[in-house]
Structure formats: C-alpha cells, structure tokens
C-alpha cells in the first residue's frame, strides 16, 4: 500500500500570499488530521476532517482551513501568510475516528517558508 | 498548546546502551502514543498503550504509563546509531476526539557508533 503523500513539499511564499497545501491519504483511510511544526510551538493539531467533514478543530485562526473531498484526499489552506506561518505541516491518515485504537500514518510533510 | 513535558530535551548516548525518555501531561487521556521523527521528516508511529495499561512492549521498546503521576516513559534497550532521532509522547485526551493527538516538546536522541 502507497503511505500518506504530500504536495508539494517544499514551497516558498511571500507575506500576505495565501497557499494550498494537499494530502492523500492511505487506500481506504477515510480520517486526515493535519498538524503545524514549528521550533518555538512544537507539534500542534490543526484539524481533522472524516466523511468530508471538520470533526475536529484546534486553536488556530480562521486563515486556516482545510476541506476534505469524496475520495479522502485533504487540502488545507492558509490565507494572508505571515512570516510566522513557517513550519512543516504533517498531514496523518488513520482508519476511522471512533476507533480507540487509532494508529495515524503521517507523511513525509510539507515545508512552508513565508518571506 | 502542548499537553505536557518531555525529559531529556536532549540524550546523547553510545551504541549498546539503553535509552530512557519521559513525558508527562496534564489532562485525563484515552491513551498515550510514542512517535519518532527522523531529521524533519514525518512521524512514525512506534506504539501505543491505552489508559487501563501500565506496560506494553514492542522488539526493543519498552513503554510505561502511569495515570496517576500523570506520567510515561519509553526506553529503548541496545541502542543503534540508527536510532538517532527525535520521539515524541503525543496523547489523546480523554474528551477531545480519537484523533487529536497532543504532542509533547519531544526529546533529540543522538546514538554515537
């Protein structure tokens, strides 16, 4: 089975672009959360979408959101960037969120640079 | 925000000792997950115990969780240089959804041959 994949991975923007960043996620992983890396915050939860659906929301503004389509596949977007918005967003597919056992498979990430 | 704490920040250690990292976190959890991150890349998932479990192996991973301290651990026995990375405690919190994962500051661990 093909892992979790990201596009792009590496992507350069200017203050006050907007970015789409895109996932796809397992054959037959119907569950995509997304996360936000960075060195002074860490790993943190965006959000998670589940039969095109926003499940899930962490504590970010409202330039950042997401969707899910028919087939899982996941875009987050990020509007009016501002230079902290640098960080590697990780993208992770799991089964189903009812599970309580619930293995998520990250992917490789997608690094954003806000100039 | 983080959940919790991880110590060592940093471990660095000799090929074929054992590698101890602890975490701790603050809120009632439905279980307690250990990832490992390579240079930047995506996380790997290494293992997970639930809430009613104190102990639980996998190969050379060694996990512990104790509710009451609010507290975990994972050791790592014969290290390799290839367990060089950084590992993450990440728990899901006991109301927030099965797949919110709330990571700790994680711990750099480098394995010198």
């Known amino acids: 089975k093909a892992g979790v994949t990201q596009t792009p991975r590496y992507l350069i923007k200017t203050r006050g672009q907007q970015v789409t960043l895109s996932c796809s996620p397992i054959?037959?992983?119907?569950?995509v959360s997304w996360y936000q890396q960075t060195p002074g915050q860490g790993l943190q939860f965006l959000f998670e979408?589940?039969?095109?659906?926003?499940?899930n929301k962490g504590n970010f503004p409202g330039r950042f959101s997401g969707r899910q389509f028919s087939n899982s596949r996941s875009e987050m977007n990020v509007s009016t960037l501002e230079l902290g918005d640098s960080a590697l967003y990780l993208c992770?597919?799991?089964?189903?969120?009812?599970?309580?056992?619930?293995?998520?498979?990250f992917g490789p990430g997608t690094r954003l640079t806000v100039l | 925000s983080q959940q919790g704490e991880e110590d060592p920040q940093a471990l660095s250690i000799q090929e074929g000792e054992n590698a101890t990292m602890n975490c701790s976190y603050k809120t009632s959890i439905n279980n307690l997950q250990w990832y490992r991150q390579n240079s930047g890349r995506g996380l790997v998932h290494l293992i997970l115990?639930?809430?009613?479990?104190r102990e639980k192996h996998s190969g050379r991973l060694r996990v512990t969780l104790d509710t009451s301290k609010k507290s975990s651990s994972l050791l790592i026995t014969a290290s390799r240089a290839a367990d060089t990375a950084s590992y993450f405690c990440?728990?899901?919190?006991?109301?927030?959804?099965?797949?919110?994962?709330?990571f700790g500051a994680g711990t750099r661990l480098a394995v010198h041959p």
């Open positions: 979408y589940f039969s095109e659906t926003q499940r």
């Open positions: 992770a597919s799991s089964l189903a969120p009812e599970a309580t056992y619930n293995e998520q498979f």
């Open positions: 054959s037959g992983h119907r569950s």
């Open positions: 115990i639930r809430s009613n479990e």
């Open positions: 990440a728990t899901v919190p006991f109301s927030g959804g099965y797949n919110k994962l709330i």
